[in-house]
């Protein structure tokens, strides 16, 4: 491999260690919110349910991010470079603020900027560019549907029990939960920095005829979101903790178990979902069960607009790098 290959394989495991901090707060926030583990233990158990995710669940989105947004045809490691420095950029200012936005959707607006960029708008593939905008809004609408439901379902069910034992069962049962969720989780998000690495090295000819993504390389991301998830993104961990809404550990069980359910169908029909978009809807939904007015809107109307603004910035800032890169000969 050549040094610009290797930098730019570093620089995206680089992404998915941002990828597994921001994304932290989602597999950990409910269970630290209730108190059913401290910070520190929370986040080991979720990296440990991010990495086992490499065994259960294929490559089916990594197959869409690496060969269902561009043409592959058009990749060179200088614009798999602008990709992730656009995606990486706007992920770790949003870490810094606190904002959980989806990581996976930068990714997406970086690839897709730097290749409108190179070879003009037709290298775009439509038909995945539409699957993931559809599921941009119908991930966290369908995370607000089930935590409804569920939340309803278990006040319903659980109507004749104490607080005290409710609080005792769903104690033990969230983390159950929150492994689902980081096992979804390490499913979906993983499998973006594969796609990348494995798209990469597939135009470089490195994989043979045809495109497939190597044990190495599953296990290589896995173990990185891993970490990413171990270091933990604090200050959004508090947003999707506290700030959002209260939750009790009722609530955290139902959000964990809608977020986590929406994402592993979604991984196995191969769509690169948020985590962040689904595990909020989640938060909201349950919330909004006890009192609309304990969803604290004005806090989700700032994600909300995170959200939007990710795909265009990411997209602006790597085809700029792309460009810039270019232009230096790199």
Excluded at 36 to 59: E, S
Excluded at 133 to 144: A, D, M, R, T
């Amino acid at each position: 491999m050549t040094p610009m290959i290797l930098t730019t394989i570093a620089i995206a495991l680089l992404f998915d260690f941002v990828n597994g901090m921001n994304d932290a707060a989602n597999s950990i926030a409910t269970v630290v919110s209730t108190r059913v583990l401290p910070p520190g233990l929370a986040v080991a158990w979720a990296a440990l349910f991010n990495f086992l995710a490499a065994f259960f669940f294929g490559v089916h989105v990594a197959t869409t991010i690496g060969k269902g947004v561009v043409d592959p045809a058009i990749i060179t490691p200088t614009l798999i470079l602008g990709a992730l420095i656009g995606a990486s950029g706007w992920a770790f200012l949003c870490t810094h603020f606190g904002l959980p936005i989806s990581v996976s959707h930068s990714l997406i607006g970086g690839l897709a900027g730097a290749a409108v960029m190179r070879g003009g708008t037709d290298v775009l593939i439509m038909k995945g560019i539409i699957k993931v905008g559809i599921f941009i809004v119908l991930s966290p609408l369908l995370g607000l549907a089930l935590g409804i439901l569920l939340m309803i379902g278990m006040h319903w069910l659980l109507r004749s029990y104490s607080k005290a034992k409710v609080e005792k069962i769903f104690g033990r049962a969230q983390l159950f939960s929150a492994a689902v969720f980081s096992l979804s989780h390490g499913a979906n998000d993983a499998q973006k920095t594969m796609g990348i690495i494995a798209v990469l090295l597939f135009s470089q000819g490195l994989l043979g005829d045809t495109f497939h993504v190597p044990w190495s390389i599953i296990l290589l991301c896995h173990a990185t979101i891993a970490l990413g998830t171990l270091a933990g993104g604090w200050r959004v961990i508090q947003t999707m903790g506290t700030k959002l809404t209260k939750l009790r550990p009722v609530g955290g069980f139902a959000a964990e178990t809608a977020g986590g359910l929406t994402i592993i169908s979604a991984s196995l029909l191969g769509i690169p979902v948020s985590t962040t978009h689904t595990i909020t809807g989640a938060i909201a939904g349950v919330g909004a069960v006890s009192n609309v007015g304990a969803v604290r809107w004005g806090v989700f109307t700032h994600i909300v607009w995170a959200w939007v603004l990710t795909i265009p910035v990411s997209a602006a800032v790597g085809a700029a790098t792309y460009w810039l890169l270019n232009a230096l000969g790199i």
